[in-house]
């Protein structure tokens, strides 16, 4: 089947995408214009290819490794170099490790005598303070010494008097040798006076201290006997409620004792009546008694059956007696029907009543 639109398209030129009958036009304005000329290669030029840039490739590559070589020298000589360098820094680190210690050393023993230093001018100046101090109190001791010399002076001066008759006294008595003697006998006496009143002071104390401690004991002592006053108090308190209570519980008791009796003999009462009329019934029947006294259950049983047999027979003879009844009522009836002689013959009605036999049961 031939085609209705054959392909006229050769290619894609650039931007171009038209037939190629369609592009004569645009190639024509192409070369009319000078914006979009392409200008057409030399012919001593090398034309742009693979070998070209193989050959430039090439010289790179050449001008590469040279600059690869001079950089390995330059790196060798650098080396070296920086060797050097590295082993001289090492020594300047260890002369300038060396120098710190030295320093750090020198600083240490400068702050160390420092504060040796300033711990001594601060014990200088304490211990100056202190000296100042007991200059002071010594000023101030001498000059209460002086006063007490002043003193001492005039009391020496009205003292006068007395020493004389002291001498006179030591002179004139056989006790005293000297005045240093009597001095000691005075001092003696007035040492004793001082212990006789520490000792008047000492019992003064005592005493106070006893009847200080009787006074506490009478206290302690009336405390206690007023709780005991007030815990007998409580306990007579609680005697008379129990009291009470006894006696209400004894009253109780008294009832339930009275209650517990009567029905203890109503209850004897009851099982000397059942066994009475157990006894009864075994008489009656001809049989011996077999149940004992507390034998409730066996004797009941056998009352109950007794009983059950009297009320059957009873019910026996009450229907007997109904027929009775009924036939003399009939036998009356015809004995007033009239005779031959029209005459009848009345006879007095006799109402005949049969008695019912009835068992309380």
């Given at each position: 089947?031939?085609?209705?639109?054959?392909?006229?398209?050769?290619?894609?030129?650039?931007?171009?995408?038209?037939?190629p009958e369609d592009a004569v036009g645009s190639y024509i304005e192409s070369k009319q214009?000078?914006?979009?000329?392409?200008?057409?290669?030399?012919?001593?030029?090398?034309?742009?290819?693979?070998?070209?840039?193989?050959?430039?490739?090439?010289?790179?590559?050449?001008?590469?490794?040279?600059?690869?070589?001079?950089?390995?020298?330059?790196?060798?000589?650098?080396?070296?170099?920086?060797?050097?360098?590295?082993?001289?820094?090492?020594?300047?680190?260890?002369?300038?490790?060396?120098?710190?210690?030295?320093?750090?050393?020198?600083?240490?023993?400068?702050?160390?005598?420092?504060?040796?230093?300033?711990?001594?001018?601060?014990?200088?100046?304490?211990?100056?303070?202190?000296?100042?101090?007991?200059?002071?109190?010594?000023?101030?001791?001498?000059?209460?010494?002086?006063?007490?010399?002043?003193?001492?002076?005039?009391?020496?001066?009205?003292?006068?008097?007395?020493?004389?008759?002291?001498?006179?006294?030591?002179?004139?008595?056989?006790?005293?040798?000297?005045?240093?003697?009597?001095?000691?006998?005075?001092?003696?006496?007035?040492?004793?006076?001082?212990?006789?009143?520490?000792?008047?002071?000492?019992?003064?104390?005592?005493?106070?201290?006893?009847?200080?401690?009787?006074?506490?004991?009478?206290?302690?002592?009336?405390?206690?006997?007023?709780?005991?006053?007030?815990?007998?108090?409580?306990?007579?308190?609680?005697?008379?409620?129990?009291?009470?209570?006894?006696?209400?519980?004894?009253?109780?008791?008294?009832?339930?004792?009275?209650?517990?009796?009567?029905?203890?003999?109503?209850?004897?009462?009851?099982?000397?009546?059942?066994?009475?009329?157990?006894?009864?019934?075994?008489?009656?029947?001809?049989?011996?008694?077999?149940?004992?006294?507390?034998?409730?259950?066996?004797?009941?049983?056998?009352?109950?059956?007794?009983?059950?047999?009297?009320?059957?027979?009873?019910?026996?003879?009450?229907?007997?007696?109904?027929?009775?009844?009924?036939?003399?009522?009939?036998?009356?009836?015809?004995?007033?029907?009239?005779?031959?002689?029209?005459?009848?013959?009345?006879?007095?009605?006799?109402?005949?009543?049969?008695?019912?036999?009835?068992?309380?049961?």
């Open positions: 089947m031939p085609r209705t639109k054959p392909t006229k398209k050769l290619g894609i030129y650039g931007s171009f995408d038209i037939n214009q000078e914006k979009l000329y392409i200008k057409p290669p030399v012919w001593d030029i090398s034309r742009d290819g693979l070998e070209l840039f193989a050959i430039q490739n090439e010289r790179e590559h050449n001008d590469t490794v040279k600059l690869q070589e001079e950089m390995l020298e330059n790196a060798q000589k650098q080396k070296v170099v920086n060797m050097k360098r590295i082993k001289d820094m090492y020594k300047i680190q260890r002369e300038l490790r060396e120098q710190f210690i030295n320093v750090n050393n020198f600083i240490r023993d400068c702050e160390e005598k420092k504060r040796v230093a300033e711990k001594k001018i601060g014990d200088e100046r304490k211990m100056h303070e202190q000296l100042e101090k007991d200059i002071e109190k010594l000023i101030q001791d001498i000059a209460d010494l002086e006063k007490f010399e002043e003193t001492l002076t005039e009391t020496v001066k009205e003292l006068e008097p007395y020493e004389k008759v002291i001498k006179d006294v030591v002179e004139s008595s056989d006790i005293f040798k000297s005045v240093n003697d009597c001095m000691i006998r005075c001092d003696a006496l007035m040492l004793a006076q001082v212990e006789i009143t520490e000792l008047e002071q000492e019992k003064i104390k005592g005493i106070e201290e006893m009847r200080r401690m009787m006074v506490k004991a009478m206290n302690e002592s009336s405390l206690t006997i007023l709780g005991l006053n007030n815990e007998l108090s409580a306990m007579e308190r609680s005697y008379s409620i129990a009291k009470a209570e006894s006696l209400k519980w004894e009253k109780i008791m008294a009832g339930t004792k009275d209650y517990i009796s009567e029905n203890e003999l109503t209850r004897n009462r009851i099982l000397d009546a059942i066994q009475q009329m157990y006894h009864l019934l075994c008489r009656r029947n001809g049989v011996d008694p077999t149940a004992g006294r507390y034998d409730i259950e066996e004797q009941l049983d056998y009352i109950k059956n007794e009983i059950e047999i009297l009320q059957k027979v009873v019910n026996l003879c009450n229907k007997d007696l109904a027929k009775n009844a009924s036939a003399s009522q009939q036998h009356a009836m015809f004995s007033d029907a009239p005779t031959k002689d029209g005459s009848s013959k009345k006879s007095k009605k006799k109402k005949v009543a049969g008695p019912r036999i009835r068992i309380a049961e």
